[in-house]
């Protein structure tokens, strides 16, 4: 029998049987598979001819190794991240306690549903708390990361105009969006059509006029955007789009700021997406693995993506009985563990500190702006909510850019904010502190941005020349653009 004829069930038995320590020869059951050798099923290049050639090392050599590693990499357990709109808050131990546990970690795609009963509690609940906290009709788990989850959405809103028959070739998209927005739109088959901002910093709603036709899909807005700031005009928005036929989609990437404050759903908006890595704090760690959910209004909660976790007579099941469903989404049910972690947090603050996480992020975000502010140039003096942005252009006209505070920071052991991001802010410098860090952490990174600018009057070659205590010091951006080197050398 050739190894592409088994099952994965035996397959992976026979691969559990080949790598066990000493063992040779591995006879299978004659139940299963007539009686041959492992080496007669797999091909002759795959197996050894000699021993691994496997490092000899002690177990403290290796954890050195590893925290070595770990003291050069900057991460949330080492040191302030305040990189705007990416809410990089402090993942409680505890979120990994739960998702460790063996029923969750131990679970496989493929286990039967009536060996999955507590999985599929947990996806369950989960959805329906994140339904709750949108105030939305429904909530699919499946998208694997924030931009997958602006794909659904947008996939949603065709079918949606599909079902009625009039199909519709644009979406908008303010200038102050994220990248992923405009890249998704047109992943979707739609035309990016772009939103001016008005001198608030907020969506122009006179352009906005302008670019609404009967070819509009809907609007893609992050609210807060951005620039941190609310979206004060959003009732007149949304009854714009919907007059027009056209729905509301929100990125969910600063959900951080509303939390138990106001709700999607009760400011007209018909699809959001769920960061789980940044509102619920599940890891962000290496790029992944990330989490989208996205929720729904009753209008589009026929094209979520199916199959959807039902519950029936106590029991839980998949439920693939969706005719209008998108279909699929992600293989199986997106990042599991990554709900474990989610639903944690969730369960773990409750309606009450869900509001609280909130109201400190845009505490904290307030309080580190007034001591900024008088430094740096603040491009639009609105009210902002979890994180602000400031321009470097008094900076860059003393000859240092935003690029150099960021790397000078560094020296001063915090990470750099976001920069030049969003685009209609020359210089920028985004920054977003979370509900996580203490007020002594915010002084400390104050002022080291006032010392920074006190050096680019006073000694700009110390800036210029930075990071100076980094194992690697200031690279050729451009050079390194170009010539991109990702081999490890001793």
Request: aromatic share 8%; glycine share 8%; proline share 7%.
């Amino acid at each position: 029998m050739r190894i592409k004829e088994l099952d994965i069930t035996m397959y992976n038995k026979l691969i559990f049987e080949i790598s066990k320590p000493g063992r040779k020869g591995y006879t299978l059951p004659e139940n299963d598979l007539p009686a041959k050798h492992v080496e007669d099923l797999l091909p002759e290049k795959y197996l050894r001819q000699s021993p691994p050639q496997l490092p000899e090392v002690s177990e403290n050599e290796v954890m050195r190794h590893y925290i070595n590693i770990s003291t050069k990499n900057h991460h949330i357990d080492k040191g302030f991240y305040p990189l705007g709109s990416c809410t990089m808050k402090y993942n409680p131990k505890v979120n990994e306690v739960t998702a460790a546990m063996p029923g969750f970690r131990n679970t496989h795609p493929r286990t039967p549903e009536e060996y999955s009963q507590g999985a599929l509690e947990l996806m369950y609940e989960l959805a329906g708390l994140l339904t709750e906290i949108a105030g939305l009709e429904s909530t699919s788990l499946q998208p694997a990361a924030g931009a997958q989850g602006e794909l659904t959405g947008l996939l949603m809103i065709r079918a949606y105009h599909d079902k009625q028959g009039k199909p519709r070739k644009k979406i908008i998209v303010p200038d102050s969006s994220h990248g992923t927005n405009p890249a998704t739109v047109t992943i979707a088959g739609y035309q990016s059509v772009n939103v001016k901002s008005n001198e608030n910093g907020t969506v122009d709603l006179n352009d906005l006029a302008k670019v609404i036709d009967e070819d509009v899909a809907g609007l893609m807005l992050t609210n807060p955007n951005t620039l941190g700031i609310f979206e004060d005009q959003i009732t007149k928005i949304q009854q714009m789009m919907h007059d027009a036929g056209a729905l509301m989609y929100m990125d969910g990437a600063n959900l951080n700021a509303l939390l138990g404050i106001v709700r999607p759903g009760e400011m007209g908006i018909d699809c959001v997406h769920f960061n789980l890595h940044k509102t619920f704090s599940t890891p962000h760690g290496g790029g992944g693995p990330g989490s989208g959910p996205v929720a729904v209004s009753k209008r589009l909660e026929p094209f979520l993506p199916k199959p959807r976790v039902v519950k029936e007579n106590g029991r839980y099941r998949f439920n693939y009985d969706y005719p209008d469903s998108i279909g699929k989404v992600h293989s199986f049910f997106g990042n599991f563990g990554m709900l474990v972690r989610a639903y944690t947090y969730i369960r773990m603050h409750g309606p009450e500190e869900l509001r609280a996480i909130s109201e400190n992020a845009i505490i904290n975000a307030n309080y580190l702006l007034s001591k900024l502010r008088d430094h740096f140039e603040l491009p639009f003096d609105s009210p902002v909510m979890h994180e602000f942005v400031l321009s470097a252009s008094r900076q860059k006209a003393m000859g240092a850019r935003a690029m150099d505070i960021a790397k000078r920071l560094l020296d001063y052991g915090f990470h750099a904010p976001t920069i030049y991001f969003p685009l209609i802010v020359r210089e920028a410098l985004m920054i977003e502190p979370t509900e996580t860090e203490t007020k002594e952490t915010l002084d400390a990174f104050a002022e080291a941005l006032i010392k920074i600018n006190e050096e680019i009057k006073t000694n700009k070659e110390i800036v210029l020349d930075s990071p100076h205590s980094t194992p690697v010091k200031r690279l050729d951006d451009a050079k390194a653009a170009k010539e991109i080197d990702v081999c490890y050398k001793e």
